[in-house]
């Protein structure tokens, strides 16, 4: 390829795929996709890590035994060298270091390839498009609302079940009890994509609960006072259609799992979803 195309088609490279990742409503389908291949993971990174928080004491610790472990390896790989070998040669530390480290990218490589495996099967087997629109009610922006709503409805999950272990096996009367107790913060309570003007995402935990006390609820308690664990998993909380822009709702089951039902399904589970108000 000549030098001036093969420039060209960098600069190209370097610029469409940040747009695509950046500015993805000009830029859809597979040309956004691969550019959220190529870079996506370092805004992935970028989100990431500034909420991560390292248990030093842990990486002290698996330090120590890596550390250990190849001091012993090396020593029993030395003892089996002299008894095998018959010339007067000694088994390098470097062997040692490479042979562990090469586990290591063994085990990485394992691990990485059971995540990519699961993830194509998730994406071949999954419901919706691959490619959402910019959009409408299926857009990356509602499903992106969805999948933190599932989140928010998870961490409730095991509030309610922390309160059961407590209380003698019962979940709390009302919902905000929980907040009370501080076994879990109020912004989990307000659904991100409900559009309530009494209670909002960034409103104090205390502020929600007063909201919660009111009335003005973005998720809808079924089970008050039930006892945990239960034989089956049953609803427990959900929340209202209008929340997701009445394309389905999420159901929060005893069990402390979440699942995404469509408008039909949650009709066939709940009864009729509009009864299910705020």
Known sequence: MHPALKNILLITLLVVLPVAILVPEYVNGPVSFIAQLALGWTFYLGRVLPLVDI?????????????????LAHRFARRIHREITTTPSTWPLRWTV????????????GLAATGVTQHTAGLATMDGPVFLPDHGPFSRYYHAQRVRCMSQLRQIGQALI??????????????????????????????PAADDEHVTY???SA??????????????????????????????????????????????YSDGSVQWHTAADAERILGSPKEVTP
């Open 162 to 191: 922390q309160h059961a272990s407590r209380h003698d096996g019962r979940f709390p009367v009302r919902l905000e009890t929980v907040i009370d107790t501080e076994e879990v913060g109020g912004q989990v309570f307000v659904c």
């Open 98 to 109: 490479s042979a562990g480290a090469a586990v290591l990218v063994m085990f990485t490589a």
């Open 55 to 71: 248990n030093w004491g842990a990486v002290g610790t698996a330090l120590f035994a890596g550390a250990a472990f190849v001091l």
């Open 207 to 252: 502020e929600v609960a007063q909201r919660l006390r009111e009335g003005h609820a973005t998720y809808v308690y079924l089970t008050p006072n039930l006892k945990y664990p239960t034989p089956i998993p049953v609803p427990v909380v959900t929340e209202p259609l209008a929340n997701h822009a009445t394309t389905g709702l999420n159901i929060l």
């Open 202 to 204: 960034a409103a104090p």
